[in-house]
């Protein structure tokens, strides 16, 4: 008698969402309370500061709007002369806090993603050349890197903001000071990508799959950009995160000694160097609501970099 077989249906493929949803790395991050905290606060500042424009009560830089009655309106009052309500109180002009500070975030965070950008354009093209051509060119690049680091990078970043306000037409100064503060910040911050990635390259670079493209004919430039770059970014994004909280204060610092935005764009290092003239007056909270907006973004990003160096290291999972 025939043996009758019954074949069980095989089992759904889990969807794409799913695999990703169980994967280590997400996992890592949802039973990491520090990480989430820290994600959800960080993209709250930066939703914030996306939609300042909807969010803010007030457009703290349109003069028609201001209002000096307004000014040195403690927080969480309403106005004695004229009863409008400000949450986190006015300033000296009678600017609304709250709405100073979004749209503060809004100059931070722009100058310190591009400078974090930039910086590692940079940095990972030289890191590449100096690890994969090695000879003279590494040399070059890695004492021109070693001569930077002598030097603060907030110095390096004033010179370079000095020397390039210098040949920039006065009439186009303020227009350009954003700009300018991007490449001084960029070009002072892009050492730390160059030697990672030209550390991750050498070891690269001698595996199998790079020989078996020489073989094949592949070129230094596409065996550099095809082959060896896609894996080395996992160092390069840690060091991204944690440099984006670096440029952020680096730009607050600018700001602050009147070298970085301009007034009439004002950041959170302005809005800080402003509150600090009247701190010891009682008007406290024009100086407290920035600076302590300025932590918690920072930290917060921080906070996510070590947990994202943690996560993409592959010794301790």
Same mark, same amino acid.
Not at 84 to 100: A, H, M, N
Not at 121 to 135: E, F, Q, R
Not at 141 to 163: E, K, N, S
């Given at each position: 008698?025939?043996?009758?077989?019954?074949?069980?249906?095989?089992?759904?493929?889990?969807?794409?969402?799913?695999?990703?949803?169980?994967?280590?790395?997400?996992?890592?991050?949802?039973?990491?309370?520090?990480?989430?905290?820290?994600?959800?606060?960080?993209?709250?500042?930066?939703?914030?500061?996306?939609?300042?424009?909807?969010?803010?009560?007030?457009?703290?830089?349109?003069?028609?709007?201001?209002?000096?009655?307004?000014?040195?309106?403690?927080?969480?009052?309403?106005?004695?002369?004229?009863?409008?309500?400000?949450?986190?109180?006015?300033?000296?002009?009678?600017?609304?806090?709250?709405?100073?500070?979004?749209?503060?975030?809004?100059?931070?965070?722009?100058?310190?993603?591009?400078?974090?950008?930039?910086?590692?354009?940079?940095?990972?093209?030289?890191?590449?050349?100096?690890?994969?051509?090695?000879?003279?060119?590494?040399?070059?690049?890695?004492?021109?890197?070693?001569?930077?680091?002598?030097?603060?990078?907030?110095?390096?970043?004033?010179?370079?903001?000095?020397?390039?306000?210098?040949?920039?037409?006065?009439?186009?100064?303020?227009?350009?000071?954003?700009?300018?503060?991007?490449?001084?910040?960029?070009?002072?911050?892009?050492?730390?990508?160059?030697?990672?990635?030209?550390?991750?390259?050498?070891?690269?670079?001698?595996?199998?799959?790079?020989? !078996? #493209?020489? &073989?094949?004919?592949?070129?230094?430039?596409?065996?550099? @950009?095809?082959?060896? =770059?896609?894996?080395? %970014? /996992? $160092?390069?994004?840690?060091?991204?995160?944690?440099?984006?909280?670096?440029?952020?204060?680096?730009?607050?610092?600018?700001?602050?000694?009147?070298?970085?935005?301009?007034?009439?764009?004002?950041?959170?290092?302005?809005?800080?160097?402003?509150?600090?003239?009247?701190?010891?007056?009682?008007?406290?909270?024009?100086?407290?609501?920035? !600076? #302590?907006? &300025?932590?918690?973004?920072?930290?917060?990003?921080?906070? @996510?970099?070590?947990? =994202?160096?943690?996560? %993409? /290291? $592959?010794?301790?999972?």
């Amino acid at each position: 008698m025939a043996e009758t077989r019954i074949e069980t249906p095989a089992a759904p493929r889990p969807s794409r969402l799913r695999r990703a949803w169980d994967s280590d790395f997400v996992w890592s991050f949802r039973h990491s309370p520090v990480a989430v905290v820290s994600f959800v606060v960080v993209m709250l500042m930066m939703l914030g500061a996306l939609f300042a424009p909807l969010i803010a009560p007030h457009d703290p830089f349109n003069p028609a709007t201001l209002n000096l009655m307004n000014g040195f309106t403690p927080p969480g009052q309403a106005n004695q002369f004229t009863g409008e309500f400000f949450l986190l109180g006015t300033d000296d002009q009678g600017r609304d806090v709250f709405s100073t500070i979004l749209y503060g975030m809004q100059i931070s965070l722009f100058v310190g993603l591009s400078a974090v950008l930039l910086a590692m354009v940079i940095g990972v093209a030289l890191g590449l050349m100096a690890g994969y051509l090695g000879g003279w060119t590494e040399t070059i690049i890695m004492r021109v890197a070693d001569v930077q680091l002598t030097f603060p990078a907030i110095l390096v970043a004033m010179l370079i903001f000095g020397i390039a306000k210098g040949i920039t037409p006065p009439e186009h100064r303020d227009a350009m000071a954003i700009w300018v503060l991007i490449l001084a910040i960029g070009l002072s911050d892009w050492v730390q990508f160059a030697r990672v990635v030209r550390g991750a390259t050498l070891v690269e670079k001698n595996k199998e799959y790079v020989q !078996a #493209a020489r &073989l094949i004919g592949r070129r230094p430039f596409s065996i550099m @950009l095809r082959h060896i =770059l896609p894996n080395v %970014l /996992n $160092p390069v994004l840690v060091i991204a995160t944690i440099s984006l909280a670096l440029a952020i204060i680096a730009e607050a610092t600018l700001s602050f000694l009147g070298v970085g935005a301009p007034p009439t764009k004002p950041s959170l290092g302005t809005l800080i160097r402003i509150g600090q003239e009247f701190m010891f007056s009682g008007e406290w909270w024009i100086l407290f609501f920035p !600076a #302590a907006t &300025l932590l918690a973004l920072a930290l917060s990003i921080n906070l @996510l970099g070590d947990w =994202l160096r943690d996560a %993409l /290291n $592959p010794r301790l999972r």
